[in-house]
């Protein structure tokens, strides 16, 4: 399994923070898996800003993705997902309809998905229906909006870009990257800020330790 994460100016970092750290320290995930690589993609290969003003050089671009089944796509969140430019990524997307593909899209990204239909036939949440109403004048998908901090239709996962959280337990939920009780453990602790949960964490981290 790989991990297409896209990047693209003003991509809001808080956004992925939670995913990307997680997978790339590997500190919580199964011990009997390979740690999947994080592949940053861009439109091309020239370095991106994100929102809080770092610079991010991606690996490949767009037209250089190999899919297999299993793979993931995270699109962020970014206040440039209108430029032209960053359609690419949604056109590939497009032409991969029979692949068992993750699509993982928070905040501004699911306008993007919304705008190019994909949303249509799909249960989906995003910043709110009247979000997308205004922002994407294709969307034709409102009946099937739910109004939840992230909704996952088998492997289409959206998010609101108020739970970056909740973005992060549920793609790491679909690709089992870690035991139920440590992800659920985890997920706790970040969410209710209980120290309980640590101890829970540690716990769980003890039961799946190999001997």
């Known amino acids: 399994m790989k991990i297409y994460l896209y990047v693209l100016n003003t991509l809001a970092d808080w956004e992925i923070a939670h995913l990307i750290a997680e997978i790339n320290s590997g500190r919580f995930l199964k011990r009997n898996i390979e740690i999947p690589e994080i592949i940053k993609v861009g439109n091309d ?115 609101t870009g108020f739970a970056p959280l909740e973005f992060a337990y549920e793609v790491i939920r679909k690709t089992n990257l870690m035991e139920s009780n440590t992800l659920e453990a985890w997920f706790n602790l970040y969410k209710t800020k209980d120290t309980k949960y640590f101890y829970d964490l540690m716990e769980s981290l003890k039961s799946t330790t190999p001997p």
Request: glycine share 10%; hydrophobic share 40%; with cysteine.
């Open 45 to 159: 290969l020239t370095p991106i800003k994100t929102m809080g003003g770092l610079e991010i050089t991606p690996d490949i671009d767009v037209h250089n993705i190999t899919l297999e089944n299993g793979d993931v796509i995270v699109l962020p969140g970014g206040n440039t997902w209108q430029n032209e430019e960053n359609q690419e990524i949604i056109n590939m997307i497009l032409k991969k309809p029979g692949m068992d593909i993750t699509v993982a899209a928070i905040c501004g990204a699911t306008a993007a998905l919304a705008e190019a239909g994909i949303l249509d036939n799909r249960k989906h949440t995003s910043n709110g229906k009247g979000f997308l109403e205004m922002m994407c004048k294709n969307y034709k998908g409102k009946d099937l909006y739910v109004d939840k901090l992230v909704v996952v239709d088998n492997n289409l996962i959206t998010a």
